[in-house]
């Protein structure tokens, strides 16, 4: 799904989530799944434009991984703030790797947005609304979401990663501006 077409789905959330069938239901869902997974790439990318090569230089100096530091910080700053901005219960540290990490906490993330849609419920008297939350939830397949979930955010970090190596094979190495892509070329 674009992002033209999963912004549009959540601009009328109002209509998917009424729905008297889960068609409409799971395709918000997968809008806000999809949309996620753009707006963690964005800042990720974001981040990468912000960072001034002479840190990496700094980080080499000092012994440290650059690529480790690097990951770490794109991490906290897209993904991490992101889902916390959202707000979802995540884990804060990362204990083994992010994908690992990633699949851990995607339910988190998948409540948070069917929270959203939650939300979006029409404001009616208690006894009714009430009625439209359990028909709401009668077409949720929380398993199904959070799978959906846990691959759209598999695949925004995938393509953070390609970013974060592109990015290192384009940095000047401490002092003599050659690029690690220009000594294997």
Known sequence: MNDQEATRIVANLKNAVIATHPGPIRQAFSALAALDA???????????????HTVLTTLRQAGDDPQQRLTMEVFDASLLEYLQDKPAEVESSVVHD???????NAAAVAAANIKIME?????????QAHRTLIEFHQHIDFAAFENEQNA???RAWSTIEAQIEDFLAHAPEAGNGVTPQDRSG
Do not use: G
């Open 119 to 127: 939300a979006a419920l029409p404001a009616e008297e208690p006894s």
């Open 98 to 104: 992010i994908p690992t990490w990633i699949e851990a």
């Open 152 to 154: 759209a955010l598999q």
């Open 38 to 52: 753009d707006r963690v790439t964005q800042r990720a990318a974001q981040v990468l434009a912000d960072i001034d």
